[in-house]
Each structure stands twice: as structure tokens, then as C-alpha cells.
Nanobody
């Protein structure tokens, strides 16, 4: 079973950039699979941030991060990244990497589609 581990979270000032990394313990299956980033702010539900389908590489973003965040993948290294630019205080949250198989296009934003999760990494945006 694939295991995920996030890294790269820290405190930054508004407007700065940060890149989160997610390493997988093995090469994930591509069987209708997707990798995604979700975030959970204190007292709020876990929300979708970005996703990439492993077949075809299509990417999907939450409206709140579109144009600022970019999800990418290095298949050779079993790594997934989240480049975050123009960070805002409302981006502060614990960010989770997730992986799932058998995910149809309409469900890539649904956290219940993903069965494998990392432990999370804290991002704090504060002046």
C-alpha cells in the first residue's frame, strides 16, 4: 500500500511563495488514479485545493487558489508538489496529500474519493 509523506510547510508572510512536497513510498497505480492536495484550517472542514489525474495529467483547482497554486508531479521520483504563490492569511491550514484509484473525473474534488493520506504539513501565512 502506498504511503505518503508531506513536507515543506512553514510560516511565511503574505505575498510570499512556498512549495510543498509529497513523497510516495512506491510508484502509485495509474488505474483511474489521482493525486490531490487538501487543506484543513482550524475549526473548518477539510477542503479541496488541487488534483492531478495520473492518466493524462489533467489538473484541477479550487477557485480560491486558481492562478496562484500549481500542482505538479515527478513520476521518476514518486513526488507530487504544490507550488503556492501569492499566499494569503486565509491559505493558512494543515495541507494534506492524498491518493486514490478508480476516481472518475467528476469526483476528483471529493475528499471521500481518496483512500490514502499523508500526515499533513502546517502552512501559516501571517505578517
Amino acid at each position: 500500500q502506498v504511503q505518503l509523506r508531506e513536507s515543506g510547510g512553514r510560516e511565511v508572510q503574505p505575498g510570499q511563495s512556498l512549495r510543498l512536497s509529497c513523497s510516495a513510498s512506491e510508484r502509485p497505480s495509474r488505474n483511474s488514479a489521482a493525486v490531490a492536495w487538501f487543506r484543513e484550517a482550524l475549526g473548518k472542514d477539510r477542503e479541496f485545493v488541487a488534483a492531478m489525474r495520473l492518466n493524462g495529467g489533467s489538473t484541477h483547482y479550487a477557485d480560491s487558489v486558481k492562478g496562484r497554486f500549481t500542482i505538479s508531479r515527478d513520476g521518476a521520483l514518486n513526488m507530487v508538489y504544490l507550488q503556492m504563490n501569492g499566499l494569503k492569511p486565509e491559505d493558512s491550514a494543515v495541507y494534506y496529500c492524498a491518493y486514490g484509484t478508480g476516481i472518475i473525473l467528476s469526483q476528483v474534488r471529493n475528499k471521500n474519493s481518496y483512500k490514502t493520506w499523508g500526515q499533513g504539513t502546517q502552512v501559516t501565512v501571517s505578517s
